[in-house]
């Protein structure tokens, strides 16, 4: 079992940066890949990016590339996104998800966390 739980969204202005953390407790953390997603009101779930175990496999969605960054410190069991250059589309609740092995589909994610939610004004 794996419990993940997300900190750090908030009220943003476009051009700035906040910092997502994901906390997990439970057994054989470091073993997990973790997923980060969104979901604005009305759409469906999307893709953010991912980081593999051991943090040398990191992938992100083309409308997040060059201003998110995802890393790891397994010493912390947890997991950031850092968002720099926020934009109002960003605007959306952010999940981590873990899972054995990397995936881009939120359907083969195992473990969620509750969401936090990052709100961008222009």
């Known amino acids: 079992q794996v419990l993940l739980e997300e900190s750090g969204g908030g009220l943003a202005q476009a051009g700035d940066s906040l910092r997502l953390s994901c906390a997990a407790s439970?057994?054989?953390?470091?073993?997990?890949?973790r997923g980060w997603f969104r979901q604005a009101p009305g759409k469906e779930r999307e893709f953010v990016g991912y980081?593999?175990?051991?943090?040398?496999?990191?992938y992100y969605a083309e409308n997040v590339k060059g201003r998110f960054t995802i890393s790891r410190d397994n010493a912390k069991n947890t997991v950031y996104l850092q968002m720099n250059n926020l934009k109002p589309e960003d605007t959306a609740v952010y999940y981590c998800?873990?899972?054995?092995?990397?995936?881009?589909?939120?359907?083969?994610?195992?473990?969620w966390g509750q969401g936090t939610q990052v709100t961008v004004s222009s």
């Open positions: 980081i593999s175990w051991t943090g040398d496999t990191v």
């Open positions: 998800a873990a899972r054995l092995g990397v995936a881009r589909a939120p359907a083969d994610y195992r473990y």
């Open positions: 439970g057994r054989a953390f470091s073993m997990y890949a």
